[in-house]
């Protein structure tokens, strides 16, 4: 959403957790298609099928649904998800890809297509050491060699282990710290991500600082002191909207 900015880029979102994907429905969006429809088309592709695939979001996000049964998985290619994410590229400013928790054929296909990589983790060891596996795979596999970046989720959880042990542990730096809230879940229910329901949350601000870290944008300038009043900041957050994952290849 911080990427899309009500519209002024073209992004599209690939829910690729094809046995369990919830994107549709937390989004509170009701896809007449999605991407089982193209199984077995894969080499009818093009842009005109892909588009009529898509469902849009109110704030100007497409985005192309999983199936809404576990059983379409396994038809799902990954010839399909390559020539898939291929079309979106031409067309689209960003694509944006949800991949399943698994190194399945389809994921590992849409990680050899991927310029940027976030990987999420939280404050506990089962994820940590799940999060230190996957880094592994990753690296015996040679994907996103130089382009990850990980995301600290509830970051503040005061669970015994802080930040600096998580770097330790996965050996690198954390790009971004998401506080915990009792917004986010709020927001997630009700369908509006926090991005757009509460610009003004920790939260938010911090996915917004991600998303100009991955575009490659500098921080915006802090206001000068003695200037700190509410235009200030309103033009500095306006001015400051970034785009989040993945570049397109033209």
Not at 31 to 49: N, R, S, V, Y
Not at 93 to 105: I, N, Q
Request: aromatic share 4%; proline share 5%; glycine share 6%.
């Amino acid at each position: 959403m911080a990427l899309a900015d009500g519209g002024a880029r073209k992004v599209c979102l690939i829910d690729l957790d094809l046995a369990f994907g919830d994107v549709a429905i937390t989004m509170q969006l009701f896809p007449h298609h999605t991407i089982e429809e193209a199984i077995g088309g894969e080499d009818q592709i093009d842009f005109a099928l892909v588009e009529s695939l898509l469902t849009r979001h109110e704030q100007s996000l497409m985005v192309l649904a999983a199936p809404s049964l576990p059983d379409a998985r396994d038809r799902v290619t990954a010839t399909l998800v390559a020539r898939m994410m291929r079309t979106l590229k031409r067309e689209f400013d960003y694509v944006v890809v949800d991949t399943s928790p698994s190194f399945d054929e389809q994921t590992l296909q849409a990680l050899d297509e991927t310029d940027e990589c976030v990987i999420v983790a939280t404050l506990d060891v089962p994820t940590l050491k799940n999060v230190k596996v996957a880094l592994e795979t990753l690296d015996l596999l040679n994907i996103a060699q130089g382009s990850r970046h990980l995301v600290l989720n509830r970051a503040d959880d005061a669970v015994g282990l802080d930040p600096s042990k998580v770097e330790t542990i996965l050996g690198m730096p954390i790009t971004t710290m998401v506080p915990s809230s009792i917004d986010i879940a709020a927001a997630t229910n009700a369908g509006k991500p926090i991005v757009i329901g509460n610009p003004s949350h920790p939260a938010s601000v911090e996915f917004r600082k991600l998303a100009r870290k991955l575009a490659g944008e500098e921080e915006p300038a802090a206001a000068p002191e003695g200037r700190s009043g509410k235009g200030e900041s309103s033009r500095s957050e306006s001015s400051s909207r970034g785009a989040l994952w993945r570049r397109n290849r033209k």
